[in-house]
């Protein structure tokens, strides 16, 4: 009695607490307004020097020391399938963890940390293409536009 439960939501890819709102930080990639559990982000940095990796992924922008931890830094908007942004002066890099290394999420802009509302989420819409679609798990309607949600997981996948 009196403490919290974890609950694990299998269709948002995030983890909630009892009593406790699942919080997003959002941003811009390829134009598109996304999501991600706050919970899933370990740091969000400027873009750094970064070595690429050849033979690898062309979603794989290269690897960068961070803090003596070696880091794998993917363009979110090209694993998604989504046109990117040009390169300008507030494109970030979200920091996450996978199952055995770190991964730095290339967005061309964070927009800021929201409370994710159960009454305004719903399932993705069916239009939304192959690619970008196996990413999302839910979409939130916010002021005015759609917030993609992103299972961070399925981002992660390598592909076969």
Same mark, same amino acid.
């Given at each position: ?92 890099? /979200?920091?996450?963890?996978?199952? %055995? $290394?770190?991964?730095? &999420?290339? @967005?061309?802009? #964070?927009?800021? +940390? ?21 990413? /999302?798990?839910?979409?939130?309607? %916010? $002021?005015?536009?759609? &917030?993609? @949600?992103?299972? #961070?997981?399925? +981002? ?5």
């Amino acid at each position: 009695m009196g403490t919290m439960e974890s609950t694990s939501d299998r269709h948002a890819g995030t983890t909630a607490v009892k009593g406790k709102k699942t919080q997003l930080v959002t941003f811009l990639v390829g134009g598109a307004f996304c999501g991600i559990d706050i919970q899933r982000v370990q740091e969000i940095n400027k873009p750094a020097d970064w070595t690429p990796v050849p033979h690898a992924p062309s979603y794989v922008m290269g690897i960068f020391s961070l803090r003596g931890k070696m880091v794998t830094l993917i363009d979110l908007a090209r694993k998604m399938g989504i046109p990117p942004s040009p390169p300008g002066g507030e494109a970030r890099n /979200i920091i996450v963890s996978a199952e %055995t $290394e770190t991964i730095g &999420l290339r @967005v061309e802009t #964070v927009c800021g +940390v929201i409370d994710l509302d159960p009454e305004k989420v719903s399932p993705p819409p069916a239009n939304l293409g192959p690619i970008q679609g196996s990413y /999302i798990s839910r979409v939130l309607r %916010t $002021e005015g536009r759609l &917030l993609a @949600v992103l299972d #961070v997981d399925k +981002v992660l996948e390598k592909e076969s």
